[in-house]
């Protein structure tokens, strides 16, 4: 039977879990936003069946609600939340990157029409808004749940089938655990790659030739420096304790780096650089098991005569053979999709460039 999906703040996550539920599932999807534009874009694409006029109308249509706004505004929500009143049983999930604040602010609930289960997957872009929404976004990312006390195992059950179709890997963990670990891997790395320009710009100011000699190696430790300011300091004072520690241990970590640079310690240097070296490695190493490992690239491409063959042609030229390709959203007008499938990593990243180089848009799945 059709349900209906409440998304709030159809930007690129909320756009993208909605379009998703809406290719997927026959639930009926209604979305909220404060941007008059993506509301209207949302509904004129097709991205939900309806807008409502409120946060509160939704609430009380409403069967899931997924909260995508950004963080502190998802935590504002919850809090209004604690006034409504439903009169059907509603499971309530959100998208922030955070989970201990957001898993607070539940606790204040005592509404008992509403169960919260908090989500957060763990994949996304640089990019922001409606526009660059899409429903493969989350294809074999993993997506991190946190249950409240009250929601049983049927209520995770539910919340994974409705999200079924994103192909991703569900993982239920403690919030607490979920945002030391991705402040290590995912909100740290943001305030580095930040500060790592900041760096090159004050340089630049005495060296103007500076930016021609960013090369590949600045380039990808930065290229997270682009994302949505707003979301990400959004995200670093949710997850204030934990990035400060992460802080504070960095800034010991470079002093003791300086000071392997002051004594000339080589032997020291290269070790370190070892260590980095092999722990990064291992990151990259698919599981072995009976299945083989695929290694593979979304590329968008419009829906025009010739598209596929450009692209596959362009691969051949430079002797790269695909294991497998296949075209995963394809309909008139509308950009497309194909997965192209490696057997080697090192082939998915050449083709990657190759294609970046002309001219399309791609994604590596790791
Ligand atoms: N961007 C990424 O790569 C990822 C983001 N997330 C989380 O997803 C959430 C949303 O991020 P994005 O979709 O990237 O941002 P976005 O900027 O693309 O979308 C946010 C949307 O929320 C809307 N919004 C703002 N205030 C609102 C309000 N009061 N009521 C209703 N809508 C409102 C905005 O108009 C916008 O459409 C954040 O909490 C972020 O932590 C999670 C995984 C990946
Ligand atoms: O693409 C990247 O590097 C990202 O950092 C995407 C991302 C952003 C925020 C999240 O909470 C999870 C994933």
Not at 260 to 289: H, I, P
Request: proline share 3%; hydrophobic share 40%; net charge negative.
């Amino acid at each position: 039977m059709s349900k209906t999906v409440f998304v709030v703040g159809l930007g690129l996550i909320g756009g993208s879990l909605a379009k998703n539920i809406k290719q997927t599932t026959t639930n009926i999807v209604i979305g909220f936003d404060t941007n008059r534009k993506s509301l209207e874009f949302a509904e004129m694409n097709e991205i939900i069946d309806y807008a409502v006029p409120s946060f509160e109308e939704g609430v009380y249509e409403a069967d899931y609600i997924i909260l995508s706004a950004p963080v502190s505004i998802t935590i504002s929500y919850l809090e209004t939340m604690k006034n409504l009143k439903p009169k059907k049983q509603v499971l309530v999930t959100d998208v922030s990157s955070v989970k201990a604040t957001v898993m607070e602010a539940v606790k204040e609930w005592n509404c008992s029409s509403f169960t919260f289960i908090g989500g957060h997957p763990m994949a996304g872009s640089h990019k922001r808004g409606i526009q660059a929404a899409k429903a493969h976004l989350f294809e074999n990312a993993f997506y991190i749940l946190t249950p409240s006390e009250k929601a049983s195992n049927q209520d995770v059950h539910a919340i994974k089938e409705l999200l079924a179709g994103t192909k991703s890997k569900f993982v239920v963990l403690q919030p607490k655990e979920h945002d030391e670990m991705t402040s290590v891997v995912s909100h740290f790395p943001h305030l580095i790659a930040s500060s790592l320009v900041h760096q090159a710009r004050t340089w630049q100011r005495t060296h103007t030739f500076l930016p021609k000699l960013a090369a590949g190696g600045f380039r990808d430790i930065t290229r997270i420096a682009s994302s949505n300011p707003q979301m990400w300091q959004d995200i670093f004072f949710q997850n204030r304790s934990s990035m400060i520690r992460l802080l504070d241990d960095w800034i010991k970590e470079m002093a003791s780096l300086k000071s392997l640079l002051e004594k000339g310690d080589e032997e020291a240097m290269v070790s370190y650089l070892e260590q980095a070296r092999d722990f990064r490695d291992g990151l990259d190493a698919k599981e072995k098991g009976a299945i083989p490992a695929f290694y593979d690239l979304l590329v968008d491409i419009r829906d025009q005569t010739g598209a596929l063959l450009n692209v596959i042609s362009l691969l051949a030229s430079e002797d790269i053979s695909i294991t497998n390709i296949e075209i995963l959203e394809i309909r008139e007008g509308i950009t497309g999709v194909l997965r192209i499938s490696f057997a080697e990593q090192s082939l998915q990243h050449k083709s990657n460039e190759i294609l970046i180089r002309n001219g399309y848009e791609t994604m590596i799945q790791n």
